[in-house]
């Protein structure tokens, strides 16, 4: 049976740019089409997620423009990140799919619900906020100071950013890369520096846009985050399914950013259940 470990990547052409996908699960139906998080890159899912959600729907994972293998340079800009999205759903030949977006593959997955709301039929948003969240200005300080405890620890960033660092926290985050490890062949090419500098500027100038009309989403939203999220405050989470008009919200304890992935044997079934009511 294929899995996220194996399953192989294809490209189709959209505009003149090659975008690199993967698949997975039974086809029909409506499928989840995955967003991705800041410097992510395929390879970059959590397998325990990909497959939990493959295992009742089609899940299709993919680099929006100028990340990983597909073409073309990273927009700096949330909304047109969010019209590529769109781009490549209807280029695939879908009138409505699924989004699960996290961090910053939630703030473009409120985009593509805005810009083409007949797209999306159920949403869930994890470790991401609004636009126009108050802090977001400490963005490239959290993430440049998380990057020099990764160099002199010899760790991924993403150990001080996504999980907290307590003995708990610490044990996620080692689970969570040895899962991110199990894939060994036809590997994504990594982030670019001109795809993290665009990336960064995209999430701080997001921050201080003007807020969305949120009450325009109508779909159902499934909103989840850690309780204590150090790079989008999980104030922000709550105050985005508060703005919602049909969302539920789920807070991890003692988690952060990766909450979802430090709780995935909670966070898979509570998103099976909620895209199949």
Known sequence: MTTWRTTPTKTIDVGGVSYAYRELGETGGVPVVFLHHFTAVLDDWDPRVADGIASRHHVIAFDNRGIGATGSKVPSDLEQMGADAIAFIRALGYDQVDLFGFSL????????????????????????????????????????????????????????????????????????????????????????????????????SGGMHAPDDLSRIKIPVFVANGDNDLMVSSDHSADMAARLPNARLRIYPNSGHGGVFQYHHEFVPEVLDFLNE
């Not at 969240?133 to 990764?150: D, L, N, Q």
């Not at 150990?159 to 994504?188: I, M, S």
Request: charged content about 20%.
């Open 105 to 204: 593959g939630g703030a473009v997955a409120q985009m593509v619900a805005l810009q083409a709301p007949d797209l999306v039929r159920r949403m869930v948003l994890a470790g991401t906020g609004p636009r126009g969240g108050g802090g977001i200005w400490k963005m490239p300080f959290i993430v440049g100071g998380a990057y020099t405890k990764a160099f002199l620890a010899r760790k991924d960033p993403r150990h001080f950013l996504f999980f907290p660092r307590n003995a708990q926290g610490k044990k996620a985050a080692n689970e969570y890369f040895a899962r991110l490890a199990e894939r060994t062949e036809n590997l994504d090419r990594p982030i670019t520096a001109q795809a993290r500098n665009a990336q960064l500027r995209a999430i701080t």
